[in-house]
C-alpha cells in the first residue's frame, strides 16, 4: 500500500506513487515536455523528430516498421507521415518487392531538417546530463536499456 501522503512518501508534486510505472510515467513526461519545448523553437514536434530521426537510416521504412519503432497508433503515424511528406521532408515510394507496401523515405529537406533538430536535442541533452549529473544519466540510460530490451 502507497503512503498516504507526499511527504510520508519522500515524492515529488505531482508523482501519485513511487510505483516503478508512476515514476517512469511521470520522468518520460517531463523529459519530452522540455524537448518538446526545444524542438519547437525550430517549429518541430517531438513526434515529428523522432519520425525523422527513425527515417534517417539508409533505405527506407514502411508504416508496419514506422509503427513498431515510434509505437504509434496507425491513425496517428499516418497524419505525421502526411505532414512529413506534404513539408517535403519525406516521401513514399511502394517497395521494390512487394508492390502492396509503401516505404517511405527522407528527403534531403528532410537530412536537412533532421541535422537540425538533431543539434538542438544533444543541447538539450547535455543540460540535463550537467543539470543530473552525467554519471546519474549514463546509470540511468544504461538500467533503461536493458529494462526495455526484457520488457
Same mark, same amino acid.
Given at each position: 500500500m502507497a503512503p498516504a501522503s507526499e511527504a510520508e512518501a519522500g515524492s515529488s508534486?505531482?508523482?501519485v506513487s513511487d510505483d516503478l510505472v508512476e515514476l517512469l510515467t511521470v520522468t518520460q513526461r517531463r *523529459? %519530452?515536455?522540455g524537448l518538446? #519545448?526545444? *524542438? %519547437?523553437?525550430?517549429d518541430a #514536434?517531438?513526434?515529428g523528430y523522432r519520425l525523422l530521426r527513425s527515417l534517417g537510416g539508409a533505405r527506407g521504412r514502411s508504416m508496419g516498421e514506422l509503427v513498431a519503432a515510434l509505437h504509434l497508433p496507425g491513425p496517428t503515424l499516418t497524419r505525421l507521415v502526411d505532414g512529413a511528406v506534404d513539408a517535403a521532408l519525406a516521401y513514399r515510394l511502394p517497395d521494390p518487392e512487394d508492390g502492396r507496401k509503401v516505404v517511405v523515405h527522407l528527403s534531403e529537406?528532410?537530412?536537412?531538417?533532421?541535422?537540425r533538430l538533431e543539434a538542438l536535442v544533444r543541447?538539450?541533452?547535455s543540460a540535463v546530463a550537467t543539470a543530473l549529473g552525467s554519471d546519474r544519466v549514463a546509470g540511468l540510460v544504461r538500467a533503461l536499456t536493458r529494462v526495455a530490451d526484457e520488457v
Amino acid at each position: 500500500m502507497a503512503p498516504a501522503s507526499e511527504a510520508e512518501a519522500g515524492s515529488s508534486p505531482g508523482r501519485v506513487s513511487d510505483d516503478l510505472v508512476e515514476l517512469l510515467t511521470v520522468t518520460q513526461r517531463r *523529459l %519530452a515536455r522540455g524537448l518538446a #519545448t526545444v *524542438l %519547437a523553437e525550430d517549429d518541430a #514536434t517531438l513526434e515529428g523528430y523522432r519520425l525523422l530521426r527513425s527515417l534517417g537510416g539508409a533505405r527506407g521504412r514502411s508504416m508496419g516498421e514506422l509503427v513498431a519503432a515510434l509505437h504509434l497508433p496507425g491513425p496517428t503515424l499516418t497524419r505525421l507521415v502526411d505532414g512529413a511528406v506534404d513539408a517535403a521532408l519525406a516521401y513514399r515510394l511502394p517497395d521494390p518487392e512487394d508492390g502492396r507496401k509503401v516505404v517511405v523515405h527522407l528527403s534531403e529537406r528532410g537530412r536537412d531538417r533532421l541535422t537540425r533538430l538533431e543539434a538542438l536535442v544533444r543541447a538539450h541533452e547535455s543540460a540535463v546530463a550537467t543539470a543530473l549529473g552525467s554519471d546519474r544519466v549514463a546509470g540511468l540510460v544504461r538500467a533503461l536499456t536493458r529494462v526495455a530490451d526484457e520488457v
